[in-house]
Every structure is written in structure tokens, then in C-alpha cells.
């Protein structure tokens, strides 16, 4: 599953905002994110949802670890493998110029549950996914177009 933005800000610029996941907060409803910024190889993220999630209730937990982050340069990739309790597989968010002043994101999630066949588990959070990150990339333009007009 995957979905791409061309955004009006440079490479750069929205590598910052899409792979530092403290900002996923804003863009996930429900959802209480743990990170410590930017992603680099080795840290670890906790995104707990659900309805009390922002008020520090329990929640579903989405463990992951940075695996790829790649440096400056004409595409980039930062890859955040899940871990579990519930969720297994990956994402992936690849940034790449498209301009002085503009790139193209590309967020690409191959995620499953555990303890079910994966076929049957990416059938199951397919859907949800698939909404989640359209979602995401369409409130991460707005945020970096109210950026430009700043």
C-alpha cells in the first residue's frame, strides 16, 4: 500500500517533517507518539491509539525501530520496521526533490498483525492503513504549504 504528496517545500524541509515521527501526533487522530526526532538508524518509536491514547490511557501499541535512514541526497529513505505487540512489517517513507522548493513524499506500508496468517492480517489493516496515510500525506501539504505562506 502506498501513497505519494508532492509538497511545496524542499527535500530537506519535508524529509524533517515526515521522518521526525513526534510530528505523526499531529496527523493521527488518537494517537500518542514516543520519539526522539528526525529518524536515525537505531531509534525507537512507540505510537500508542486509541480513544484515550493523548491522555496517556493504554492503547494499541505500534513498536517500531529506524532501520534505514539514508543522508542527504537526491532520495532518501527512512525505514521504520514494526515490532510488534500487534502490528508487524514495515514502513517506508521516501523523499525525493522534485525542485528548488518542492519534493515528492511517497509513504509505502506493508504492515500485517501478528499471530494471523499474513495474508489474512494485511486483508485486515489494509483498509485502515490505506486511510491512515492518504490522510496523513494530504494534512502534511496543508501544514507545509501554511509553511510557505508563513
Known amino acids: 500500500m502506498s501513497s505519494t504528496r508532492v509538497l511545496p517545500v524542499s527535500a530537506d524541509e519535508a ?3 515526515v521522518t521526525d515521527s513526534r ?9 500518542r507518539v514516543e520519539a526522539s526526532g528526525p529518524a536515525q538508524v537505531g531509534d525507537r518509536v ?14 494499541l501499541v505500534d513498536a517500531m525501530i ?3 535512514a539514508d ?8 525505514l521504520f520496521v514494526k ?5 508487524l512489517g514495515e ?16 509513504w509505502d ?20 492503513l490505506r486511510a491512515m496515510v492518504s490522510r496523513v500525506l494530504t494534512l502534511v501539504a496543508r501544514e507545509a504549504a501554511q509553511r510557505n505562506d508563513a
Open 91 to 106: 514502513a517506508r517513507i521516501t523523499v525525493m526533490a522534485a525542485g528548488p522548493h518542492s519534493s515528492r513524499v511517497t
Open 83 to 87: 515490532q510488534g505487540p500487534v502490528l
Open 23 to 31: 510530528n505523526h501526533a499531529r496527523w493521527i487522530p488518537l494517537t
Open 15 to 17: 524529509w524533517d517533517l
Open 71 to 78: 543522508p542527504p541526497g537526491p532520495t532518501r529513505v527512512a
Open 66 to 68: 529506524v532501520t534505514r
Open 46 to 59: 512507540r505510537a500508542v491509539s486509541g480513544p484515550g491514547a493523548t491522555r496517556g490511557w493504554p492503547g
Open 109 to 128: 506500508e506493508d504492515v500485517y498483525l501478528a499471530h494471523v496468517p499474513r495474508r489474512i492480517g494485511r486483508a485486515l489493516v489494509g483498509p485502515v
